[in-house]
């Protein structure tokens, strides 16, 4: 439940266009509603600004189904499902005929109620390896709403990719910066431009990367000032993380 809904309701209902049992009837399930495996929580829209994610792995088709058919009748703007293969992106279409898979995101999306929020995103990748991780942060930032603008492969082993791309870089509002190896792109970007930096390590690298904990450690120790860091891999999180800097300035 968004807050556009609930409060389309409330004015209903303080209008008399909707009676005690309609109100009882649309706020049964609130805050949460209980399934036999999950707590559906249908707050969540109103508490953070987006609703309740998926996180595919772990679940069942059947679980994935229906979680995500139960999410849609609750009459929120959309669903986001994450690390969804192809048996995930199934099950979800099962519930949500609309439902768009993103292979490269392993991410499935079904947008009921399209917005357009102010701010701009850039996503930026070191490598090309780095880019399902990037593409994971795109997709979310544009299914919140918000304007997201791709700089791929622009690494420091070739400082000049990324020095093209400068005024692009710093046209947006938030940054998020994905990269592997030493992970030093980050600290790179967060020196050259003037809007928050979200750092997001990946596990590509050799076997002294250590699955990305080289490039964590490495963006936690960057010397440019006021770097935020997610986990590895966590270009969903880097996405909630720039939504929440941008929505702050709505409230």
Do not use: W
């Not at 809904?5 to 209903?12: A, M, N, Y």
């Not at 030093?184 to 979200?198: K, N, R």
């Amino acid at each position: 439940m968004d807050r556009e809904r609930l409060l389309t309701f409330l004015h209903d209902y303080r209008a008399g266009r909707a009676d005690d049992a309609e109100a009882l009837r649309f706020l049964r399930d609130f805050p949460y509603e209980e399934l036999d495996f999950a707590k559906l929580d249908h707050h969540r829209a109103l508490r953070q600004g987006f609703p309740e994610v998926v996180f595919c792995p772990g679940k069942t088709p059947d679980q994935i189904e229906t979680i995500c058919a139960r999410l849609l009748a609750a009459g929120g703007p959309g669903l986001l499902a994450t690390r969804a293969d192809g048996t995930a992106a199934a099950a979800v279409a099962r519930a949500a005929p609309d439902a768009v898979y993103h292979e490269a995101a392993r991410l499935v999306t079904v947008v009921r109620a399209p917005r357009t929020r102010p701010g701009r995103v850039g996503v930026v990748s070191a490598g090309t390896a780095d880019i399902p991780v990037a593409e994971e942060a795109a997709v979310v930032a544009e299914t919140l709403g918000f304007e997201t603008d791709r700089v791929y492969d622009v690494g420091v082993a070739g400082l000049h990719r990324l020095l093209d791309h400068l005024d692009r870089l710093r046209a947006a509002d938030v940054l998020i910066v994905v990269a592997g190896m030493e992970g030093a792109l980050a600290s790179v970007v967060g020196g050259l431009v003037p809007g928050p930096v979200v750092a997001v390590p990946t596990g590509v690298g050799y076997g002294a990367s250590f699955g990305g904990l080289a490039a964590l450690l490495a963006m936690l120790n960057a010397c440019a000032a006021g770097l935020a860091v997610v986990n590895i891999d966590n270009g969903f999180g880097a996405a909630c993380l720039a939504a929440r800097i941008l929505l702050a300035r709505e409230t």
